[in-house]
């Protein structure tokens, strides 16, 4: 026994020393995953962008005996429902922290899907060692784990499950094992149905027709034993969970568009779901025939399938199985920005240069303005929507054509596919930057109408701007007013806050007089100016009158110099009305 424990220790030592590299930035991404999602929260500053609550809200349910497939329908295949319904089980025995049930749920579910997030980095190099030398591969490693979305999505869905099980088959296929790696899939699409994937290339690589039968076999038996309980226990929650995700109305892509849809992806609510027939309620009513789209599709990928012959290069394999994932996303429904997670490691195998960081960058920013920053800011500008979905599938599209154009290299003109590589890069480049540039001006100036129209000081902003002969200066001794005040009038009028020493303020106060023929001061009610600043105003200007709103007054003085006009300013009573002139 005891030699049996050196050998293994001394193993387990060789291993370490070849793999120190990596080991490193294993524990590296543990040391900073473990303490961020135990300190940080998912909905940052602009607002709960995460689906925890979603998962507490129906795993909540067991208090009342209710369970995921067994009393309610789920939008996902059971394991994942049921995995947590029992980390809601294990925080019920935790005391209540901070007055909030949620927090125990959240951090036990996190740390359930740790593993699986890591385990996610080990695959990654390990596919990485079947396709580089060592350093290489590590540099894959460094490039996944520097990224910001796997993170993301480890701290906001539950994708980081369903990716291992993906990577997981992915290996075992270039390890020829085939059977194990269906049957990792089957798992994996008994949590979610993207490994479900790799299955057409597995299909690929063995011959018709036993061993066709052989794997399907072992995909057909974990989603057998998975499913089948289910199914005889409480078939119409389980038939009406698949009715919910063949009947769900497209969202968030381009076929979305066409309907002239811009929002996520509906499902009835979880109190609704009880009802097995609620499953076939759509969003919407679909016209569009995607149902043929769908066959034509297929039909391409099937010749694309049947014309592929590098079935034994390990490069090939994955770049087969990365066509399949861009082209299944640019054909399917739906879209959710989670789904980013299962592209980013194939880019990170293929391409792990700067050509492969530049497309991931791309991707992460135009799936950040998608979710939260329209979903959350702009959900009333659906042009935005519009522009993320057109980009996103333009990026897909161009990159299914990078991987189709070598593992068909030997078929296309070596000339025109070097022009094709060097310029994707530049023209993904481009269209994301100009299409971002155009909405970010776009969107800062709805965000500045949609601040202007629900500020509290849009009357006194309104007469300012529109009873002032020339570029006005505005003073203000209160800096809160001073930042409400800016956003609104910085392009119109010139804002100076006075300083706090009083000697220092009225000597700014003779300058801005000196400097301008128009002045505002604004101030809050009952005293609006200090003594000796409106003495000093009343000594070298003359008032034109006065506006009061929201417990603000703001006053327009005329330098002696300047000459002021006829008409007077109107006054704005706090309880509203129309106004009237003061002269």
């Not at 135990?38 to 962008?49: F, K, M, P, S, T």
């Not at 689906?51 to 009393?71: C, I, M, T």
């Not at 060692?129 to 996944?144: E, I, K, N, S």
């Not at 309907?259 to 779901?273: D, H």
């Given at each position: 026994?005891?030699?049996?424990?050196?050998?293994?220790?001394?193993?387990?030592?060789?291993?370490?020393?070849?793999?120190e590299p990596f080991l490193i930035l294993v524990l590296l991404t543990l040391g900073f995953r473990?303490?961020?999602?135990?300190?940080?929260?998912?909905?940052?500053?602009?607002?709960?962008?995460?689906?925890?609550?979603?998962?507490?809200?129906?795993?909540?349910?067991?208090?009342?005996?209710?369970?995921?497939?067994?009393?309610f329908w789920m939008e996902y295949p059971p394991l994942f429902p049921w995995l947590a319904v029992?980390?809601?089980?294990?925080?019920?025995?935790?005391?209540?922290?901070?007055?909030?049930?949620?927090?125990?749920?959240?951090?036990?579910?996190?740390?359930?899907?740790?593993?699986?997030?890591?385990?996610?980095?080990?695959?990654?190099?390990?596919?990485?060692?079947?396709?580089?030398?060592?350093?290489?591969?590590?540099?894959?490693?460094?490039?996944?784990?520097?990224?910001?979305?796997?993170?993301?999505?480890?701290?906001?869905?539950?994708?980081?499950?369903?990716?291992?099980?993906?990577?997981?088959?992915?290996?075992?296929?270039?390890?020829?094992?085939?059977?194990?790696?269906?049957?990792?899939?089957?798992?994996?699409?008994?949590?979610?149905?993207?490994?479900?994937?790799?299955?057409?290339?597995?299909?690929?690589?063995?011959?018709?027709?036993?061993?066709?039968?052989?794997?399907?076999?072992?995909?057909?038996?974990?989603?057998?034993?998975?499913?089948?309980?289910?199914?005889?226990?409480?078939?119409?929650?389980?038939?009406?969970?698949?009715?919910?995700?063949?009947?769900?109305?497209?969202?968030?892509?381009?076929?979305?568009?066409?309907?002239?849809?811009?929002?996520?992806?509906?499902?009835?609510?979880?109190?609704?779901?009880?009802?097995?027939?609620?499953?076939?309620?759509?969003?919407?009513?679909?016209?569009?025939?995607?149902?043929?789209?769908?066959?034509?599709?297929?039909?391409?990928?099937?010749?694309?399938?049947?014309?592929?012959?590098?079935?034994?290069?390990?490069?090939?394999?994955?770049?087969?199985?990365?066509?399949?994932?861009?082209?299944?996303?640019?054909?399917?429904?739906?879209?959710?920005?989670?789904?980013?997670?299962?592209?980013?490691?194939?880019?990170?195998?293929?391409?792990?240069?700067?050509?492969?960081?530049?497309?991931?960058?791309?991707?992460?920013?135009?799936?950040?303005?998608?979710?939260?920053?329209?979903?959350?800011?702009?959900?009333?500008?659906?042009?935005?929507?519009?522009?993320?979905?057109?980009?996103?599938?333009?990026?897909?599209?161009?990159?299914?054509?990078?991987?189709?154009?070598?593992?068909?290299?030997?078929?296309?003109?070596?000339?025109?596919?070097?022009?094709?590589?060097?310029?994707?890069?530049?023209?993904?480049?481009?269209?994301?930057?100009?299409?971002?540039?155009?909405?970010?001006?776009?969107?800062?100036?709805?965000?500045?109408?949609?601040?202007?129209?629900?500020?509290?000081?849009?009357?006194?902003?309104?007469?300012?701007?529109?009873?002032?002969?020339?570029?006005?200066?505005?003073?203000?001794?209160?800096?809160?007013?001073?930042?409400?005040?800016?956003?609104?009038?910085?392009?119109?009028?010139?804002?100076?806050?006075?300083?706090?020493?009083?000697?220092?303020?009225?000597?700014?106060?003779?300058?801005?007089?000196?400097?301008?023929?128009?002045?505002?001061?604004?101030?809050?009610?009952?005293?609006?100016?200090?003594?000796?600043?409106?003495?000093?105003?009343?000594?070298?200007?003359?008032?034109?009158?006065?506006?009061?709103?929201?417990?603000?007054?703001?006053?327009?003085?005329?330098?002696?110099?300047?000459?002021?006009?006829?008409?007077?300013?109107?006054?704005?009573?706090?309880?509203?009305?129309?106004?009237?002139?003061?002269?």
């Open positions: 026994m005891g030699s049996a424990l050196r050998q293994l220790g001394q193993c387990l030592w060789a291993a370490g020393a070849q793999h473990l303490p961020a999602f135990a300190l940080w929260r998912a909905q940052g500053y602009i607002g709960d962008a995460n689906d925890y609550n979603f998962y507490y809200e129906f795993a909540r349910y067991s208090q009342y005996g209710w369970y995921p497939y067994l009393h029992g980390v809601f089980r294990v925080s019920l025995l935790l005391p209540t922290w901070q007055s909030d049930p949620f927090i125990w749920f959240r951090l036990l579910l996190g740390l359930t899907l740790l593993p699986f997030d890591l385990g996610n980095l080990v695959l990654l190099y390990a596919l990485a060692r079947r396709l580089y030398d060592p350093h290489r591969a590590v540099q894959c490693g460094y490039l996944y784990a520097l990224l910001f979305f796997p993170f993301y999505t480890l701290v906001s869905w539950f994708d980081t499950l369903p990716l291992f099980f993906l990577l997981a088959a992915l290996w075992l296929l270039l390890r020829e094992r085939p059977a194990a790696s269906a049957a990792v899939a089957g798992l994996g699409f008994m949590i979610k149905v993207f490994p479900v994937l790799i299955l057409p290339v597995l299909l690929r690589r063995c011959r018709p027709w036993r061993e066709w039968a052989r794997v399907l076999a072992a995909f057909a038996l974990p989603v057998g034993l998975t499913g089948l309980p289910f199914l005889l226990l409480a078939p119409a929650y389980t038939l009406a969970s698949i009715q919910a995700l063949l009947t769900r109305s497209p969202w968030e892509t381009v076929w979305a568009l066409a309907e002239g849809y811009y929002s996520f992806g509906w499902v009835p609510p979880l109190s609704e779901r009880f009802d097995p027939q609620s499953a076939t309620r759509p969003a919407y009513l679909s016209h569009l025939p995607w149902g043929l789209w769908a066959l034509l599709g297929g039909l391409g990928y099937l010749g694309l399938w049947r014309g592929w012959s590098t079935v034994h290069r390990p490069r090939a394999v994955v770049l087969f199985t990365a066509l399949t994932l861009h082209l299944a996303l640019v054909l399917a429904k739906g879209y959710s920005p989670q789904f980013l997670v299962y592209l980013l490691p194939f880019l990170v195998l293929l391409f792990p240069t700067l050509r492969g960081v530049v497309y991931a960058l791309l991707l992460t920013t135009v799936n950040l303005v998608e979710y939260p920053i329209y979903h959350f800011l702009f959900p009333d500008q659906p042009w935005l929507l519009a522009v993320v979905v057109v980009v996103r599938t333009a990026v897909l599209l161009i990159l299914a054509a990078e991987y189709g154009l070598e593992l068909f290299a030997e078929r296309a003109a070596p000339r025109w596919t070097g022009r094709f590589r060097q310029a994707t890069v530049t023209v993904t480049t481009l269209l994301v930057l100009v299409s971002s540039l155009g909405g970010l001006q776009a969107a800062s100036a709805e965000w500045q109408e949609r601040a202007y129209a629900s500020s509290p000081h849009r009357d006194l902003v309104t007469v300012i701007r529109t009873h002032s002969e020339s570029r006005p200066a505005v003073l203000f001794t209160d800096e809160g007013l001073y930042r409400e005040f800016y956003p609104l009038l910085h392009d119109t009028a010139r804002l100076v806050l006075l300083p706090l020493d009083r000697t220092e303020a009225l000597g700014t106060v003779q300058q801005v007089l000196r400097e301008h023929t128009v002045v505002w001061t604004v101030g809050r009610d009952p005293q609006p100016l200090a003594p000796d600043l409106a003495a000093l105003l009343q000594a070298w200007a003359r008032p034109g009158g006065r506006v009061g709103s929201q417990a603000l007054t703001a006053i327009r003085w005329y330098p002696l110099a300047a000459v002021a006009p006829a008409d007077g300013v109107p006054v704005i009573a706090p309880g509203g009305g129309g106004p009237s002139f003061l002269k």
